[in-house]
């Protein structure tokens, strides 16, 4: 059901949306004057906006947009064009294969719960494991300057983009290391966030367990682990719903 919810359920979104941009090029025929590339962007954006209102996360955009020109043009684009969206995609993407751990971010709202948490934990370090564009490393950085702040991703382009974005954006107190979330001793740490999928999870709380010292916290969004009731729930009052796990070593 899951899977389901996950990974059908978009792409239903999807064609709902593009059926709409293709309603909206209908009823708009009259004004535009037979220009492909305005039609197809109009498609594109009204999918857009639609995908929004259906609750499609703003990744889906560029998707949205290049669907149209994609399907129209499909025997006219270059087959170097195909495979350079294809690397791009495996640069971002990277551990959704392997590890079955694919790219999606915490909300703003979940981070904020998630500042409340080791405030009041009294948390001096933290780990988001799998750190994805390093939105929370910035914002819990700023948010709590006593906390050193890491993130650890594998994902070549995200890793970058995101070590760009900490440089730039975040204080002294964070960091991104290109490190595989296996590799990294969570004993060094108060408190160890992850977003990761619900394969990795029984595995990532055996080491949990191993690693961490008495009373610091292991934090999971979303994904439970099967047979390890959590000492506490915290639901963040955010359109998805979000269910925070939290166990304390
Ligand atoms: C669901 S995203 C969560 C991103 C971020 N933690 C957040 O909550 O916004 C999971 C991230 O973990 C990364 N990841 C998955 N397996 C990993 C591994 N073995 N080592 C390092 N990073 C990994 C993925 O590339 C992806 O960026």
Request: charged share 15%; aromatic share 10%; proline share 6%.
């Amino acid at each position: 059901m899951n899977f389901v919810v996950r990974h059908i359920v978009p792409w239903i979104k999807v064609i709902v949306a593009q059926l709409l941009g293709l309603g909206c090029l209908f009823l708009a025929r009259e004004f535009l004057t037979g220009n492909a590339i305005v039609s197809l962007l109009l498609v594109g954006v009204t999918a857009s906006l639609a995908g929004r209102v259906l609750g499609l996360s703003v990744y889906w955009i560029p998707i949205q947009l290049l669907l149209p020109f994609a399907l129209v043009y499909s025997n006219v684009i270059p087959a170097w064009l195909y495979l350079t969206g294809f690397v791009l995609c495996a640069l971002v993407f990277w551990n959704s294969a392997t590890g079955q751990v694919p790219l999606y971010l915490t909300n703003t709202k979940t981070w904020t719960a998630i500042q409340t948490l080791a405030k009041g934990a009294g948390a001096k370090s933290f780990i988001d494991l799998g750190s994805g564009s390093g939105g929370g490393v910035v914002f819990l950085a700023r948010a709590l300057p006593d906390l050193v702040v890491t993130g650890v991703e594998t994902a070549p382009l995200v890793y970058l983009l995101s070590k760009l974005r900490v440089a730039v954006l975040a204080p002294a107190n964070a960091a991104i290391r290109y490190r595989n979330i296996w590799q990294e001793d969570l004993g060094a740490y108060d408190l160890v966030y992850c977003f990761l999928s619900p394969v990795p999870m029984p595995e990532m709380y055996r080491k949990a367990r191993k690693e961490m010292r008495p009373g610091t916290l292991f934090v999971s969004n979303s994904f439970s682990v099967p047979d390890h009731q959590p000492d506490r729930i915290i639901d963040v009052s955010d359109g998805r719903k979000t269910r925070l796990h939290v166990w304390k070593m």
